[in-house]
């Protein structure tokens, strides 16, 4: 299956801080997607993707669409408690999507 | 709406017993897929369907098999369930190729 390295494992961040992460991967891609997953749930969609280049907002995340097709990033700014969680990039191709192995964010008060 | 809904939340098996995880979504999607979820290892994907009557394999199908049996329906079916099969499961729909993902909230098996 592709592969797609994401960046870091685990970060622990104190509350304020912006937080960065990205996923790169061997293979282009046609779609970026990052989502969120709580403990015991199903991930979430934070944001999408879908064209070289692309750059995001949702709230007080931002992610980007790499200009070779092969990679993205996250950035959360502000971080507060809730953002506590794993995030997952993901990239699409053909009918068939491929996650990151996720990075753990721990938001310290 | 209710989005996916997956069932059952949790199961416990004995090695060599056989279930399906059911899985319906209310959106409409034509596409559906189900992933498995171990530590350190991402989401990998099991099978998927791309549309009504249609299934394919994904990166790691042995073991299991899947019916997509309407267009609102994807289950997937342990025949001889094995302790490497120990994991999370997810159900997850799209509207077509191209657009965003959606998960259920999961099921979580254990094989002893």
């Known amino acids: 299956g592709q592969q797609l390295n994401q960046s870091p494992q685990s970060m622990f961040i104190q509350e304020g801080e912006d937080v960065s992460m990205n996923c790169t991967s061997s293979?282009?891609?046609?779609?970026w997607l990052w989502y969120k997953q709580d403990p015991g749930e199903g991930p979430v969609l934070l944001i999408a993707?879908?064209?070289?280049?692309e750059l995001t907002s949702n709230g007080r995340l931002t992610a980007q669409f790499g200009i070779t097709r092969k990679d993205s990033f996250l950035n959360i700014s502000a971080s507060i408690p809730s953002d506590v969680g794993i995030y997952f990039c993901?990239?699409?191709?053909?009918?068939?999507?491929?996650f990151g192995t996720g990075t753990s964010l721990t938001v310290i008060p | 709406n209710a989005g996916v809904t997956q069932t059952p939340k949790f199961q416990v098996l004995k090695t060599g017993q056989s279930m399906t995880l059911q899985c319906a979504q209310d959106?409409?999607?034509?596409?559906m897929y189900w992933y498995r979820q171990d530590p350190g290892m991402g989401l990998r994907l099991i099978y998927y369907?791309?549309?009504?009557?249609?299934?394919d394999k994904g990166e790691v199908p042995n073991g299991y098999n899947v019916s997509r049996l309407n267009k609102r329906e994807f289950s997937l079916r342990l025949e001889s369930a094995a302790p490497s099969q120990t994991s999370v499961y997810f159900c997850?729909?799209?509207?077509?190729?191209?657009?965003?993902?959606?998960f259920g909230s999961g099921t979580q098996l254990s094989v002893l």
């Open positions: 993901a990239g699409r191709t053909g009918n068939q999507f491929y």
């Open positions: 293979s282009i891609f046609n779609t």
């Open positions: 993707l879908y064209k070289a280049g």
């Open positions: 959106m409409n999607h034509n596409s």
């Open positions: 369907s791309a549309s009504e009557g249609t299934t």
């Open positions: 997850a729909s799209a509207l077509g190729g191209g657009e965003k993902l959606f």
